[in-house]
């Protein structure tokens, strides 16, 4: 992929190092789907480009050119497209991937073991899911936790008639999917895939990070329920929260609403949420009597999170 037609700009150019300018992306929720010796290869983020990619970001300006839409932008300007972020937002957060405030991060994680994520079959989820869509056991489950089929087609939710157990599959930052948890039909059994690193990834970050503000659960159907009444949702897959899962939140959402069970480890959760991310966090108390999101109505769920959704924009404007 080269320069064709592209315009150089006429305007001042700012110079990053590479890890900054890759960093920067990441944070954004752009995906870099490959990259060549002098550019970073994506989807443009000025106009509907899903198939092949067509935008390059170039590894010491930053300069964005689109080979389709012929767009030419800063690296700020793309911040500032893909993450719904003000100028001086995409701008901090540029400033904040630079190599000497990431030092120590860095030597952190050389340090720590390397988080390898290996793709999981693919085929089988889609074989369990095809179980979902076609077993009225599994239908009738889903349907009893308020879950609806386009839901179960979007996440790919699955049904293993010899284990009976519904199938919830979890994925990496970067779409990678690494497994899935299973839950019985009858009961509360949970058995997850051998080897699934659920503790270095949220349910449902992968669509999640490319918006600015997010609401966090315990469970994976919390975070469906949540998303069906047009929020956006991730859960921890558990009421403990790992170093890797606050670090992904703070790398991705400038906003966090968590919603912990009405319960102890829920609360603990809560509580340390707020402490590690400050005033960009509430987690309001779920109403009287409710365990969890997922003993709201639809149109209960709806008004409350209403409540809150833009709560932080006002506290932090």
Partial sequence: MRKGNRQEPSYNINYYSESQIRRSLLASGIDIVSEVDIDFIIFCPFHNNNRTPAGEVHKTSGMFYCFACQETKELVEVIMQASGRSYFEAARL???????????????????????FEEYDSEMI????SNALSMERAADYYKSRKITKESVIKYKLGYSDKQDMVTIP???PNGICLGFVGRSVEGKVFKNTPGLQKSKTLFNLQRAKRHDKVFVVESSFDAIRLEQVGVHAVATLGATISKEQRKLLKQYFNQVIVLGDNDEAGRNMSKKMIEFFGSGCIAPELPEGIKDVSDLSNDDLKLFVDK???????MLN
Avoid: A, G, P
Wanted: glycine share 0%; aromatic share 8%; hydrophobic share 30%.
């Fill in 94 to 116: 540029i400033d904040s991937k630079s190599d000497s405030k990431n030092i120590l991060e860095n030597v952190t994680q050389m340090l720590e073991k390397k988080i390898e």
């Fill in 126 to 129: 889609d074989k369990l899911n």
């Fill in 170 to 172: 979890v994925y990496s």
């Fill in 308 to 314: 809150f959704d833009n709560v932080l924009y006002s």
